[in-house]
Nanobody, 122 residues
Framework: QVQLVESGGGLVQPGGSLRLSCAAS????????MGWYRQAPGKERELVAN???????NYADSVKGRFTISRDNAKNTVYLQMNGLLPEDTAVYYC????????????????WGKGTLVTVSS
């Protein structure tokens, strides 16, 4: 059973910082990408940032220059450092992984964490 477990969400003031972590566990053969999506009330879930196996990263325009995604391959963990947080960043942040479960090496699967709430408010 593959699981993604997020942590690090919470309440911060505008301009503050927060660091999210997501650890993938279970029987995993390989990971193609890991990243973060977010969903605010009334809005579609959107990509925030991801990092692919090559190390290349992608960011939503709205977070470029403020957020940084990184990974620890040995721990199957991805991090999202969020600086200069804005009220508009308030959302549930979901970890995402595209990976190959061990025993299913010919097919990628898309996994989601349960989400961690980030609230930016004074």
């Amino acid at each position: 059973q593959v699981q993604l477990v997020e942590s690090g969400g919470g309440l911060v003031q505008p301009g503050g910082s927060l660091r999210l972590s997501c650890a993938a566990s279970g029987s995993i053969f390989s990971i193609n990408s890991m990243g973060w999506y977010r969903q605010a009330p009334g809005k579609e879930r959107e990509l925030v940032a991801n990092i692919i196996s090559s190390g290349s990263t992608n960011y939503a325009d709205s977070v470029k220059g403020r957020f940084t995604i990184s990974r620890d391959n040995a721990k199957n963990t991805v991090y999202l450092q969020m600086n200069g947080l804005l009220p508009e960043d308030t959302a549930v942040y979901y970890c995402n992984a595209v990976l190959v479960p061990n025993g299913s090496r010919n097919r990628y699967s898309n996994y989601w964490g349960k989400g961690t709430l980030v609230t930016v408010s004074s």
